[in-house]
């Protein structure tokens, strides 16, 4: 599957421009630096919707990962077999205006504004591709499988890391205007530390904002925790 760029139409444009103006305009003192250095290295733009075309050419020269394209959700072994292999899986459609707060299936928003900017960062595309292989290897076991969904879930969408202040770096959080704030500034969730096993543990909520936030210190960190993961997982 392409990434049909000339099927995009007007209102397309518009939903992006919406969105990455609404995020933008709170992100800069939210989100970490890594992945507002990576808005700038992938080159995204405010009036135009990427190109993956574009963003791989950006990506490769970066860490050698690229953007591919696919319908929308996809199996487990095709998902973690494209990550093993440094290419990002993402939807190319996009919401409804009415749909700017919530959606059941992630948009090209989510998976391009939320995920791609930090696919400039070494450690976090080591732990991503890390991650893979170890599912890679338990991919028929459904309760290995959900163990390796919950460390990526409180991870790679909706992680946060402490840095000179807390910050988010998960995708579901990144592309989110309302759990940008909740997750940083409301009362209700747990922030906790990053630990395999704890998270491994914790089933996770897709129909509301998270109950709990797991913190990692650095993405080297995250990378760091492979090992422990694969003997946490793989027993």
């Known amino acids: 599957m392409k990434q049909r760029y000339e099927n995009y139409t007007t209102q397309d444009q518009e939903v992006w421009q919406l969105l990455f103006d609404r995020q933008m305009k709170q992100l800069p003192s939210l989100a970490s630096p890594a992945y507002l250095e990576g808005i700038e290295k992938a080159g995204f733009v405010r009036n135009k919707i990427p190109d993956f075309i574009e963003i791989n050419n950006r990506l490769t020269k970066i860490t050698g990962w690229q953007v591919v394209a696919v319908e929308g959700?996809?199996?487990?072994?095709?998902f973690f077999e494209l990550l093993a292999e440094q290419k990002f899986p993402a939807s190319t459609w996009f919401r409804e205006r009415e749909q700017l707060d919530y959606l059941e299936e992630p948009d090209m928003f989510h998976d391009v504004f939320g995920h791609v900017p930090l696919l400039t960062n070494h450690?976090?595309?080591?732990?991503?591709?890390?991650?893979?292989?170890?599912?890679?290897k338990v991919i028929d076991d459904e309760t290995a499988i959900e163990n390796i969904a919950r460390i990526y879930w409180y991870t790679i969408e909706f992680g946060l890391i402490k840095e000179e202040a807390l910050h988010i770096y998960g995708a579901g959080i990144l592309s989110s205007g309302g759990e940008s704030i909740y997750a940083l500034q409301s009362t209700i969730p747990q922030r906790l530390p990053y630990t395999v096993k704890m998270i491994a543990k914790t089933p996770?909520?897709?129909?509301?904002?998270?109950?709990?936030?797991?913190?990692?210190?650095s993405y080297?960190?995250?990378?760091?925790?492979?090992?422990?993961?694969?003997?946490?997982?793989?027993?």
């Open 73 to 78: 959700l996809i199996p487990n072994n095709d």
């Open 204 to 217: 996770y909520i897709k129909d509301k904002f998270q109950l709990q936030y797991f913190v990692i210190d």
């Open 123 to 136: 450690d976090f595309c080591g732990f991503l591709k890390g991650l893979s292989k170890i599912a890679l």
């Open 220 to 235: 080297k960190q995250l990378f760091d925790s492979l090992s422990e993961i694969e003997n946490e997982i793989i027993k």
